[in-house]
C-alpha cells in the first residue's frame, strides 16, 4: 500500500471520527431529575378518587363498575408494589386519579375528548410529589371506549412503575 493512501484511509478516519463525535455526545441520554424519596420507601397507598366528568351522552358513559377509580384500584392491588389502604391517615402516599372531558384539536376539528389525570402526594403532609395525565383514545362504541380507557389505565400503571424504579435507581 502506498504511503499516500495510508495517508488518506488516516486522514478519513480523523475525519468521521470528528464528523460523528457530536452525534454520540447527543445520543447519550442525559440523567433525569431525582425523583422524590417518598415515591420509593412509601408502603402503603390511599386511593383517592378525584372524579369523572359526567358525558353528554348518557349511552357513552362507562358504568361504575368499570369506573377509572375501580380500574385503577384494581391494577394497583394486582401490582402489590403498595398496600392499599382505605385510611387516610395509614398512607405514606396518595394516588388521587380523576377522570376529565377536555376540548381537543383546533377550529371546526373540535371535540371532546377524555383524560386520566393524577397526583401522587405525600401522605402525612398532602405535598404534591408527582403528577401527569393520559389521553384516552376517543370510540363510538362502548366496548372500544372501555378497551380504550382500561388501555390508558395500563399506561398510567406503567408510568407508576417506571417513575418507582427510577426512584429505586435515584443517588440519596
Do not use: C
Not at 433525569?32 to 353528554?56: H, R, Y
Not at 398510567?156 to 443517588?171: E, F, I, S, W, Y
Amino acid at each position: 500500500m502506498s504511503p499516500n493512501w495510508r495517508h488518506f484511509r488516516l486522514v478519513l478516519a480523523m475525519l468521521l471520527s470528528v464528523a460523528f463525535s457530536p452525534v454520540l455526545l447527543w445520543s447519550q441520554t442525559p440523567p433525569g431529575a431525582p425523583v422524590p424519596p417518598e415515591i420509593f420507601s412509601a408502603k402503603t397507598l390511599f386511593l383517592a378518587n378525584g372524579g369523572e366528568d359526567e358525558f353528554v351522552d348518557p349511552s357513552e358513559a362507562t358504568g361504575i363498575p368499570q369506573g377509572t377509580y375501580d380500574r385503577v384500584y384494581a391494577a394497583l392491588t394486582a401490582w402489590g408494589r403498595y398496600t392499599v389502604v382505605t385510611s387516610l391517615a395509614k398512607a405514606d402516599l396518595v394516588l388521587e386519579v380523576r377522570s376529565r372531558l377536555v376540548e381537543e384539536g383546533r377550529g371546526s376539528a373540535l371535540f371532546e375528548g377524555r383524560r386520566i389525570e393524577y397526583r401522587l402526594l405525600d401522605g402525612p403532609t398532602r405535598t404534591v410529589l408527582w403528577g401527569g395525565s393520559i389521553h384516552v383514545q376517543r370510540a363510538a362504541r362502548q366496548r372500544t371506549l372501555d378497551k380504550n380507557l382500561s388501555d390508558a389505565v395500563d399506561f398510567l400503571m406503567r408510568d407508576l412503575k417506571q417513575l418507582v424504579n427510577r426512584a429505586a435507581t435515584a443517588p440519596v
